[in-house]
Each structure stands twice: as C-alpha cells, then as structure tokens.
C-alpha cells in the first residue's frame, strides 16, 4: 500500500509556477518531519524544504524566497508551492516522511514514488 501520494508535477517554463501535493497517511504524518527533496540529473538528491522540531522549516538556499512548504495537519497533506521557477529546478521531487526518533528505532523514512519537475527555459 502506497502511504506517501504525491502530485502535480509537469513541465513548465521558466518564471512560472507549480505547486505539488503529498498525501500521507496519518499514523506515518503524526509520527514524522516532513520534507521535500529533489534529485537532478547527474546529482545527488538534496534537500530543497522541511519541517523541523518545533515546526522550523528548513530550506535550500537556492530556493529560498521562491518556494513555500506548507502543511495541513488535519488533511495530513504536505505542499510545495515553487514560484519564480529556473531550468535548474528541473528533477524528481520526493516527498518525505522522517519518523521522529522518539518513535523510531533508528533512521526511518519513507518516500514518495517521485514527481518529475521540468522547467524549460
């Protein structure tokens, strides 16, 4: 059973926007940190936004002040609003779920199957 369902990816041009969606389930999105993470071709995947203790969020550098990571904690939804979009935004976007320690006993993370993200320019 699939517990992290993502959505909206697709090919835009550069400058505009697209927002993705992931729905988890909620035994898996009271339990974690959730995040967004990308991988582009040739590289390895990084970070681009996540929720943090205290609900912080932390976000890439390269990002900050165009993307927007948001949460609904009674839909168990996690969003990624991405604007001001630039060709090097273009890879697979993963959401992720990081299972707090307090409920884990090690490293535990589930991911979404992946959305790719195109920006032509």
């Known amino acids: 059973q699939v517990q992290l369902v993502e959505s909206g990816g697709g090919l835009v041009q550069a400058g505009e926007s697209l927002r993705l969606s992931c729905a988890a389930s909620?035994?898996?999105?009271?339990?974690?940190?959730m995040g967004w993470y990308r991988q582009a071709p040739g590289k390895q995947r990084e970070l681009v936004a996540r929720f943090t203790a205290g609900d912080r969020i932390d976000y890439a550098e390269s990002v900050k002040g165009r993307f927007t990571i948001r949460k609904n904690n009674i839909k168990n939804m996690v969003d990624l609003q991405m604007n001001s979009l630039k060709s090097e935004d273009t890879g697979v976007y993963y959401c992720?779920?990081?299972?707090?320690?307090?409920?884990?006993?090690?490293?535990?993370?589930?991911w979404g199957q992946g959305t790719q993200v195109t920006v032509s320019s």
């Open positions: 909620r035994s898996i999105f009271m339990r974690s940190f």
């Open positions: 992720n779920a990081h299972v707090a320690a307090y409920y884990s006993s090690g490293n535990n993370d589930y």
